[in-house]
């Protein structure tokens, strides 16, 4: 992405606290919005992958109570980064964890939740350190809600 | 989100309107257990989605827990009124192929009866 | 206020954007919504409030371009406590500034923000250093939508 | 924030959807600007607000600021369609004071209409 400036960019911190889902997909989809460009859909699949990713922290990362979340965005003329990091318990194994149906909690966790943000976001890199935290960068582009191609850039 | 449940003989039909998400999936996980304690005569469960705005995995995951339960009795699960957006992660989550799937609450409910109907007949 | 704990709390920060006067006030909005008490008239009270308080700071704070907005909020059991700072230019007279119709910018700018910021909320406190920067601290109250008379605390 | 203007003879109908704001209240100039620059000839001003959402400071600087250069050219302002949220900061702001206040577009250009014929008349 080199030194491409974004043209507006928040970052936000708050507990994980189940309320607090939708409090951050509500505001990363206000805040995507300002891309004229994005459709209804795209912001659809932009509030999903938010949901599902702040869950996780919510659900997995800290096992002994809540933690801080930070939620950063960035927007571009051609599309907007999210990032969604915690400091929690981090994730022993990405590749396994981004496995439909994987799940290291049984129940009612379906193991969809990083399937869904890999099927909904156009770009999807997880970076994880057991015992430091989770950095979860997301790519959103106008109107590529079915495609989740290559894309030509980074 | 906002719950109404209400129970016609051996069905437990709610109504849904607002998110299902991690938060709201655990009031609904609640009042259903509620309603089985209450009402052990419970069999069928009809979801009316037709108000659902948004949905994400967590909601999924909550549908599908009340289908093991009333699986689990011998019951019918119908998820009803699915709007588009609503539909593609039930799709998406394979949902689609273990519950079953009605227009509205009353042919969810006629095909419940009718069943019975033609089981005793 | 003493120790007690909010039950909820976040931190934005975001450059003094005019797309960020609706962004700020609807994130504040729905993060206020999650106590149940707050009527629809409330939560549009404190909308304005936030849309005031961040339009002055996008249009007084940076007079060389943007800057730095901090939104701060945390939620107790009767109320919302929300914060709005800048690292700008500071406001000379404070009490001059809390007058109806005062401003610094004439033109289409009708002094009347912080006077509906004052007329909104429960509480207002304004502390300013020239050079410095502003920092407005604001409390909101269920269901106090007409009166904002003394408040018992502080 | 969505506006929609529309010329009848001297008067220009401003219709606006949304939130009149800081970056809304920008927009709302220009396109007024834009509508004296090429009909000159326009004097009076009806804002139907009827479907603004929110309202600031800002947004009623941008209505007292239209108020300002037509009644410059001798002409009249209406603001129509005021809902209570809306209403309750026109009154507070003293814009009420300034404006003439229509239930309906239709009402307020039957009122400028009438002026034009009784002064003729
Ligand atoms: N932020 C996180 N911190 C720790 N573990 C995580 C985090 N996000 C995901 N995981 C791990 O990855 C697994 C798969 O995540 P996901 O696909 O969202 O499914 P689910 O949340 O239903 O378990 C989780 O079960 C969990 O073990
Ligand atoms: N964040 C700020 N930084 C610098 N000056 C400010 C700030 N907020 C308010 N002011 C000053 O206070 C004055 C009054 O503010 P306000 O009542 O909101 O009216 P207005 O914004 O219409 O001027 C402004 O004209 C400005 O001089």
């Known amino acids: 992405m080199g030194e491409e400036e974004p043209v507006n960019r928040f970052s936000l911190t708050f507990p994980s606290l189940a309320p607090n889902v939708s409090f951050a997909r509500s505001t990363v989809a206000a805040f995507a919005s300002q891309l004229d460009q994005f459709t209804l859909e795209d912001i659809e699949d932009i509030r999903i992958a938010v949901s599902e990713v702040v869950s996780n922290v919510v659900i997995h990362a800290y096992p002994k109570g809540a933690g801080p979340v930070r939620v950063e965005a960035s927007l571009y003329h051609d599309r907007v980064e999210v990032v969604v990091a915690d400091n929690g318990c981090g994730i022993a194994d990405v590749e396994k964890a981004k496995e439909p149906a994987f799940t290291t909690l049984p129940g009612e966790r379906m193991g969809l939740g990083l399937t869904f943000v890999q099927a909904y976001m156009d770009r999807v890199e997880i970076t994880s350190r057991p015992g430091e935290g989770t950095r979860v960068f997301m790519v959103k582009r106008p109107g590529s809600g079915v495609s989740k191609g290559q894309l030509p850039e980074g | ?121």
Chains 1, 3 share one sequence.
Do not use: C, W
């Open chain 2, 1 to 121: 989100m906002n719950l109404s449940l209400e129970t016609i003989e051996d069905v437990l039909l709610v109504r849904m309107r607002g998110e299902l998400d991690l938060e709201t999936a655990a009031k609904f996980r609640v009042l259903v257990e509620e309603a089985l304690d209450h009402r052990p005569g419970l069999k069928h469960l009809i979801l009316d989605v037709s108000g659902l705005s948004f949905i994400d995995s967590s909601g999924l995951g909550a549908i599908l827990g009340r289908y093991r339960q009333f699986a689990e009795r011998g019951g019918r699960v119908f998820v009803v009124g699915v709007q588009p957006g609503v539909g593609r992660l039930l799709e998406l989550s394979g949902l689609f192929r273990v519950v079953e799937v009605a227009a509205t609450a009353e042919e969810a409910l006629a095909r419940v009866q009718g069943e019975v109907g033609s089981v005793d007949g």
